[in-house]
């Protein structure tokens, strides 16, 4: 499956931006699937993830009740919506995805596919 992202640009802090994630060249539904993300001059850290139950499995401290991750599997997409950003938000966003039962929480060596990335920049 090959996953692309969208939806990144550059925000005034506290303002939304909703990121997508197309999958094509196999079934979403398979894949336990996330967000993780990398500031400038940090290591990638995990966002929020849902298994293919569509259960939140992982939500980082500092995004939860401003970040919501939602699955369509219908339309082989992802979605993170972000609310109330921050600049410590600014990142380039990967979605990711996982087949086997130990990437249910999107830890990097279970991860099987990852998206090119979208970049969001938060400025104050």
């Known amino acids: 499956v090959k996953l692309v992202e969208s939806g990144g640009g550059l925000v005034q802090a506290g303002a939304s931006l909703t990121l997508s994630c197309q999958a094509s060249g196999g079934t979403l539904k398979d894949y336990h699937i996330g967000w993780v993300r990398q500031a400038p001059g940090k290591e990638r850290e995990k966002v929020l993830c849902?298994?293919?139950?569509?259960?939140?499995?992982y939500s980082l401290g500092p995004v939860e009740g401003r970040f919501t991750i939602s699955r369509d599997d219908a339309q082989n997409m992802l979605y993170l919506q972000m609310t109330d950003l921050q600049i410590e938000d600014t990142a380039v966003y990967y979605c990711v995805a996982a087949e086997r039962l130990g990437g249910i929480s999107c830890d990097a060596g279970w991860i099987d596919v990852w998206g090119q990335g979208t970049s969001v920049t938060v400025s104050s």
């Open positions: 849902i298994s293919t139950l569509g259960r939140v499995t």
